[in-house]
């Protein structure tokens, strides 16, 4: 039986190990962006999750070839998509990259 992740900061290099491929990474920080502005008018609010998690599952499922984490860890992965957003935005995900993959190597 897989071991549950105990903390978010536990968390965060695994979500972005989940997070490896490039085309996964920028449907997500689409879909994190079309979420957020759906979320500034009380009529598109409820558009949001669709918004959001429509660009997040088929980079998941194809591209990543993976289940979102978010099946399992939602409020974790919401935090995390917001992260990686701004880091996305800053061009800072290298680094997270190169730990998670230190952390969670891909497997053969």
Not at 35 to 44: E, G, H
Not at 54 to 65: P, R
Not at 69 to 76: E, I, Q, R, S
């Amino acid at each position: 039986m897989e071991e549950r992740i105990q903390s978010y900061e536990e968390f965060w290099p695994y979500y972005v190990a989940e997070h490896r491929d490039p085309t996964c990474r920028k449907l997500h920080f689409v879909g994190t962006s079309l979420a957020m502005l759906c979320a500034t008018n009380p009529l598109t609010l409820p558009l949001a999750p669709l918004a959001g998690y429509s660009f997040a599952w088929v980079g998941h499922f194809g591209f990543e070839k993976n289940r979102p984490a978010t099946f399992k860890y939602p409020l974790w992965s919401l935090r995390a998509d917001f992260r990686m957003w701004r880091k996305m935005l800053k061009g800072e995900m290298g680094p997270e990259l190169e730990r998670a993959d230190e952390l969670y190597p891909r497997s053969a």
